[in-house]
Structure formats: C-alpha cells, structure tokens
C-alpha cells in the first residue's frame, strides 16, 4: 500500500508538492481553508474584472530556460501565451522626469546616461551587473534540497557559482535605496531608490530580474494567477490526488515525535504517514504544533524582527483602453502623504491592458499596491470604520492618479481594497504577508544559506512554502514543493522522478 501524504494547503507550494508526490506513486490529499487553489497566487473578480493579486513576472516562462522544465512537469506553461516587457517600470516625478528602466542593459544603461551625463559611469556599472546576470541559473540553487546534495553537487554548485562571486560581493548586500544615493542627479537619486519596486530590494535580485526580463524567462501568463494556479490543480487531479476545500487544518497529530496525521477544525481526522505544510509557517509551528518543536533559529525567525511583506491593494475597474500607456509607473509625490496610517513618498500604479482576458473589451483593470501595517487594520477590522478607510484610501489614491490620468475618475467601474486582514482572511499568511518575509540584504543572506525543511527532533514532517524560501515567489515556492518530495523520496530510498 503506498504511503499516505496530507498536504496542508493548495498554494502553488502545495500544489506542487502533490503533483509531485503523485508522480513518485505516493497516495497524498491536499488540505486547503479557501474554496479555490492557489492560496496567494490568486485574482479575484468584480463586475467582468479580473484583479489579479499575485503573478508580475514568472521566472521560468521562456522555453529552455531556467525553471521551464518544471512548470511543464506542472501542467502549468503548456499552450499557454506569455506576455513579456521591454520594461520593467518607470519612475516619474511631478515636473514629468522619467526613468524608463529597461530591460535590455543597453537600452538602460543610454537611458539614465541621457538624463544625467554625469552618472553615465554609474549608469555602466549596472548595465554590466544585468548582463552578467542574464548567464545566471538559480536552479543550480534550487534542484536539490541542500540535505540531500553530495560533493559533487556543491562542485557544480561553486562551478556555476564562480563567476558570479564579485557581482554577489558588490551587489548581493546592497540595497536599491543605498545605491541609489551614488547618483549626483537629484532626480535619480529618488528614482533608482524605486527602479526595481521597493528601495529595500537587493541589487543583486533587482539585476538578475531584469536579466531573466531580458532573455524572455520572467513573462506574465496569459490569465493571471488564478489561471495558472487551476492548471496545476487540475494536473494533480489528473495525476489521481485529492483536494478538500473549506478544509481547515487545526491540528497536526503527533504520536512519539512522528506525525500521524491531522485534525481539521470539524474535528474529522486525516491519518496519514507525512503531512507537508506547504502554509503559514508560523501557523504550523506555534498553532498546528503548539510550539513543541522549534530551536532558538526558528524562535528567532518568527518572533524576531525580520521585515514581513504586507501589503494592502487597491484595483481600479477603468472603462478605457491604457495598452498605450507604460503598464507600470511609480509616481513620485512632491511631498509625503499620509494613506492608511503612513506617510507616503511615492505611489506604485500597475494596469493590465496587456492581457484582454482580464477586463471588458476596450476597459482595464488597475491596482495599487501599498506596504501596510496588519496592526492598523487589524485594530478597526469588524467595524464601520474599517470599511469608510478603505474607501478613503481608494479616494486618496485616485486623487493621486488624476493629476497623471486626467479624468480617470470619472470612468471609474468598480473599485475594491484588499488589506492585509483580506490576505490573512482568505490565505491564513501570517499578517497578511504576500511573500513572507520582505526580500532585503538580510532575507537574501537567508535566502542564500538556505532555511531548514524540517522541524527538530520531528519526523515525517516536511515545511514548503514562501516561508522557507525568503523572496516568496511564485516560482521559488513550487521549487519547495518539489525539494520536500525530493526529501521523502530520499528518506523513503526511493529514486526521485517527474514522469506521470
């Protein structure tokens, strides 16, 4: 009889982690609180709009390129259009100064040349950080879980690793806001602080996106996240797995520090022989386990002071075609304005015109996204008052764009705020966070030594998820799922394979 895996959650983690575990003649059942897959990697509709809540750019989109291989394993790339930019964002002030930030290093490199001839050996220095990271292939990282690699795995790991160690030293610990202030134009001090989403972006991540841009390997997929996280559920259906929605886990069993199974918040019992948490880490540990198996690191992780990613996001139903406007600015505010209990220096403004499937012919679907603190909302949530500020954020927001968009006020469709309470509501992610914790030099470091999948002194249980990869995306994520079935294939003695 074959093994019996309880997966917790329907992520793209746990998705993964199932397809997986089914193509390696495991017996698994996926255990998700929503009734749809996907967990964070989700939209939402209103009214004929798509509001899509997750999915900008996917690493693997191109085909042969890094990670390909495994969203085809997935089910997830097959017949599947990718839309791919020449740009990543741009950055304007109030007087209209722009900095286009190209993918093409090229392109990039002239761009900011141009706006301050001062800085064009600056402007040459990133240049030659994009192209050295267009060669980089993070899957030597991710294709096997660090436990299970053997010398001649780190071999090929400080192989591939060799040529990227100066651009790592240079690059690797700096934030885009510290390297932001080497420019002499005042404008782009501001602007490169902005040129990768958020000033506390490592260079290095920053870099390496707009390589994997430029070679055609982070596409967005045609229909959005919630499209691509139902091609994955119905691979694992086809592969013979088993999803419960509305299913709530409250309970991990344990019997002599062995898992046995789970208890859902109906009281019904799951018996299984390994339970994967492919959700809220926090949740599994302190909750699930009641705290009974962590050591000092993972004390420190969760109760410490490590950035989370909260966001709050606000979308906009538009009734008019913006295809011919850029699909990403961040406006610049001439002073800091106080939205949702926080002053803000700039707002982040992203439509998607470029995908039809998302709103009405000739109408667009427009968010903004907003870090925000859970505790804020958190404190008003369940009252009148929780609901009259998400209206005034969307107002405060919409009086910003107008001075931009001219008019789009009045062709406002629908409007709907989602605050870091929606993200813990509908996903249980710890204070909403949409990626875990915030990708910064130190969540990097993290990132790079690599976080236990494991619990100490527990077996047969396994952790996935953006909680043990620091960066939390989409891709990284079903990667994990992939290595925790490495992991029990490995403690199994079987041999690992992805055909079924």
């Given at each position: 009889m074959a093994p019996k895996i309880v997966i917790i959650g329907a992520g793209v983690a746990g998705l993964a982690a199932g397809c997986y575990a089914q193509m390696n003649g495991y017996e698994s059942h996926i255990f998700e609180l929503h009734d749809i897959p996907g967990g964070?990697?989700?939209?939402?509709?209103?009214?004929?709009?798509?509001?899509?809540?997750c999915i900008h750019y996917l690493f693997g989109s191109g085909v042969g390129m890094p990670f390909h291989r495994m969203w085809e394993e997935l089910g997830a790339v097959q017949d599947r259009p990718m839309i791919n930019h020449d740009r990543l964002l741009e950055v304007q002030d109030s007087d209209g100064r722009t900095l286009t930030v190209?993918?093409?290093?090229?392109?990039?490199?002239?761009e900011i040349a141009a706006i301050s001839p001062a800085d064009a050996a600056l402007a040459k220095e990133l240049a030659s950080g994009v192209r050295t990271f267009t060669t980089f292939d993070m899957t030597v990282m991710q294709e096997k879980p660090r436990t299970l690699?053997?010398?001649?795995?780190?071999?090929?790991?400080?192989?591939?690793?060799?040529?990227?160690?100066?651009?790592?030293?240079?690059?690797?610990?700096?934030?885009?806001?510290?390297?932001?202030?080497r420019f002499r134009d005042p404008f782009l001090r501001e602007a490169a602080a902005r040129m990768f989403g958020w000033p506390e972006m490592p260079m290095m991540a920053g870099m390496q996106l707009l390589a994997y841009m430029h070679n055609g390997n982070a596409g967005f997929p045609m229909g959005g996240s919630l499209a691509f996280a139902r091609a994955i559920e119905q691979r694992y259906l086809a592969l013979g797995g088993r999803i419960s929605y509305k299913a709530q886990v409250e309970q991990i069993l344990v019997e002599h520090d062995s898992v046995t199974g789970v208890r859902l918040y109906n009281d019904e019992i799951h018996p299984a022989d390994i339970v994967i948490a492919a959700c809220?880490?926090?949740?599994?540990?302190?909750?699930?386990?009641?705290?009974?198996?962590?050591?000092?690191?993972?004390?420190?992780?969760?109760?410490?002071?490590?950035?989370?990613?909260?966001?709050?996001?606000?979308?906009f139903g538009v009734n008019a075609d913006l295809s011919r406007r850029p699909h990403w600015t961040t406006y610049l505010l001439d002073k800091p304005m106080l939205i949702a209990g926080q002053e803000r220096s700039d707002i982040s403004v992203q439509h998607y015109a470029y995908d039809p499937s998302l709103a009405p012919a000739g109408k667009t679907a427009m968010t903004v996204l907003l870090k925000s603190d859970y505790d804020y909302w958190q404190r008003i949530y369940g009252r009148k008052l929780y609901d009259t500020e998400q209206l005034q954020v969307a107002d405060q927001l919409l009086t910003l764009i107008e001075q931009h968009l001219p008019g789009i006020r009045a062709q406002i469709e629908v409007t709907d705020v989602a605050t870091p309470v929606s993200f813990e509501r509908y996903t249980g992610n710890w204070q909403g966070s949409t990626c875990g914790w915030l990708l910064?030099?130190?969540?990097?470091?993290?990132?790079?030594?690599g976080l236990p999948k494991t619990l100490p002194r527990l077996r047969n249980l396994y952790l996935a998820g953006q909680w043990v990869e620091p960066g939390g995306s989409v891709t990284l994520c079903a990667a994990s799922g992939r290595n925790a079935v490495q992991m029990i294939c490995a403690a199994d003695g079987r041999p690992f394979g992805t055909e079924g």
């Open positions: 964070l990697c989700t939209a939402w509709d209103r009214k004929g709009y798509t509001f899509d809540g190209y993918c093409d290093p090229d392109r990039l490199e002239a690699m053997k010398p001649q795995d780190y071999a090929r790991l400080g192989q591939h690793m060799l040529p990227f160690v100066m651009p790592l030293l240079k690059f690797g610990m700096t934030q885009a806001r510290s390297y932001a202030e809220d880490g926090r949740a599994t540990i302190f909750h699930m386990l009641d705290g009974r198996y962590v050591d000092n690191r993972l004390r420190k992780l969760y109760m410490g002071d490590l950035p989370l990613q909260s966001m709050m996001q606000v979308s910064t030099p130190q969540t990097m470091r993290l990132m790079i030594q």
